[in-house]
């Protein structure tokens, strides 16, 4: 709750004027100037004065000492009514004594060193309690000496117009301030943003080198699939290439090898050092194979698609006919690398199946020799052949055999038989059991002069299985020789064009406005990046 202070009400007189006593006082004080304005006669000392308040004497006319007791109490309870502190009473008066004034309580400390302008709450003056005499004597160790701002805050009551000044004054200095750090702003970024997009955009537009670009596609497929015996299924495989083989190719192609081959066949250096090309893509022709194979990989661009299989490629050259040209050439070279690459495949199976069937036919070819050689040593050409003719004849001659004994028991049933024609029939018995019995020596027992037809057969019949025998291994390794070979012809990689390689009428490189703007984005991130690190970093060290 705020009371509103009652001033006190002074009789003023109404009659004269106010100038009058002031030009007393101006005659008084300087007296020199009486002739410049109407002459007032000289004030003395005793001579009583008229200041504006009447009968009622000035409150400070005659010194602090001798103020009237009811201000004094009027001022003290105004004092009272700030709501001070003990600390802060103390201080004042200690201040008050330091300042030489002998007041009567706290609040009339405050009261003095106010009507001599002194705050008593301010830092230096607290500060000024301790002289340096009694810091010594303390022994207290110098403190560093504060520092008092010079503008202390006024506490003057701005009028509207005063604030409204104030206010203006203010916004302009922000907006000064405002401006100060845009142009700043707009400094830096010309210097580390529009500067470098300049050069880089005045390289693109005038004096970058126009490039020309071929493009192909090629896809690496194998030969299809062809039928073969039972074997042949283990040797299967897909109708396209690997991913392995689409890779390797183009790994030879992005290599040092391929860019050598290309400088030796077209001259990929040579074309490079020509004076039309810029410095910056310009080859000395004295350069080595490392600056050359570092423009090899920006010029040559070769991507791989595994979902269809498919190389893409681009060349780039400084005109349009020697950019097909090259392409051209590294297709010609992938080519060679594709057949290369199952040579040794085709090569193993191919070499494994031919020996095997060259050594069947060796072996077949001795079995062979073999039985030609017992054919010709026993003189039989087949021992079954013979067995049987042999059989024959012991059957044969068995049936007579056995005739001629049923002719002699016939001769001997008669009472008086022909003796002669017994003994002839007993001669003929005679005859046909030894010549069976000589048959029947040839099949089984062997002399010193000839060989049993059993030895013989046996002979024979191990040699024509082990002729049959070599015969049907040749037979399986012919089978097996030819499908290697269908194999073989199956492994062959090619390459199949899906794009030829067309030179272009217009240049492809650079693209300027492109080229222009990644630059611009480029050197915006590097700097805002950097200026953010350099805020971080100021914060840091300030807090």
Do not use: C, W
Not at 68 to 87: F, Q
């Amino acid at each position: 709750m705020t009371t509103k202070p009652k001033a006190k009400k002074y009789r003023v007189r109404r009659s004269g004027s106010l100038s009058e006593p002031l030009n007393k006082l101006k005659a008084a004080v300087n007296p020199s100037r009486g002739d410049s304005g109407p002459t007032h006669p000289a004030l003395d000392e005793n001579t009583p004065t008229e200041d504006g308040f009447g009968d009622q004497p000035y409150p400070t006319a005659n010194g602090p000492d001798k103020t009237p007791s009811k201000s004094v109490s009027a001022e003290i309870d105004s004092i009272k009514k700030e709501g001070l502190t003990g600390r802060q009473l103390r201080m004042a008066r200690r201040i008050a004594q330091k300042n030489g004034l002998v007041p009567t309580s706290d609040y009339d400390a405050i009261r003095l060193l106010r009507q001599k302008r002194i705050d008593p709450f301010q830092r230096s003056n607290m500060l000024e309690l301790i002289s340096p005499e009694d810091k010594a004597k303390a022994g207290t160790p110098n403190l560093p000496k504060t520092t008092t701002p010079e503008h202390l805050p006024s506490k003057e009551v701005l009028s509207e117009d005063g604030r409204g000044r104030e206010i203006f004054r203010i916004q302009q200095d922000i907006a000064k301030r405002r401006r100060r750090k845009l142009l700043q702003l707009v400094a830096r970024l010309s210097i580390f943003v529009f500067l470098p997009t300049l050069i880089v955009g005045f390289y693109y537009y005038v004096v970058a080198t126009p490039l020309y670009a071929t493009k192909s596609e090629f896809l690496i497929q194998q030969a299809d699939a062809q039928g073969g015996g039972s074997l042949g299924g283990l040797f299967s495989g897909t109708g396209f290439a690997t991913s392995q083989d689409s890779i390797t190719v183009q790994s030879y192609l992005k290599s040092r090898e391929a860019m050598l081959r290309l400088d030796s066949d077209i001259g990929f250096k040579s074309h490079f050092s020509q004076d039309f090309v810029d410095p910056l893509q310009r080859l000395e022709t004295d350069s080595t194979n490392e600056e050359a194979y570092r423009l090899y990989q920006k010029l040559v661009k070769i991507g791989y698609d595994p979902t269809e299989g498919i190389v893409k490629m681009e060349v780039i050259a400084a005109d349009s006919a020697t950019s097909a040209l090259f392409s051209r050439a590294l297709i010609k070279y992938a080519e060679e690398q594709v057949d290369n690459l199952t040579q040794r495949l085709r090569g193993d199976q191919m070499r494994g199946s031919r020996e095997s069937f060259q050594d069947a036919e060796f072996k077949m070819k001795a079995a062979q020799e073999r039985v030609l050689a017992l054919q010709e040593r026993l003189g039989v050409i087949d021992a079954v052949s013979e067995t049987s003719a042999v059989m024959s004849q012991v059957t044969n001659f068995e049936i007579q055999l056995q005739e001629k004994r049923l002719q002699l028991q016939q001769l001997l049933d008669n009472q008086s038989p022909n003796q002669a024609r017994v003994d002839g029939v007993q001669g003929d018995i005679t005859r046909l059991s030894s010549l069976i019995a000589e048959l029947r020596a040839q099949l089984t027992s062997s002399g010193s002069d000839s060989t049993s037809l059993a030895r013989i057969s046996g002979e024979l019949r191990m040699a024509e299985v082990d002729l049959e025998t070599r015969q049907a291994m040749m037979q399986q390794s012919l089978q097996q020789l030819e499908t290697a070979r269908i194999e073989a012809n199956r492994q062959v990689r090619y390459l199949s064009l899906g794009v030829s390689p067309t030179p272009p009428d217009e240049p492809t490189y650079p693209r300027a406005f492109e080229n222009t703007l990644v630059a611009f984005f480029i050197f915006s991130g590097i700097y805002l990046m950097t200026a953010l690190t350099a805020s971080i970093l100021r914060e840091q060290v300030l807090s």
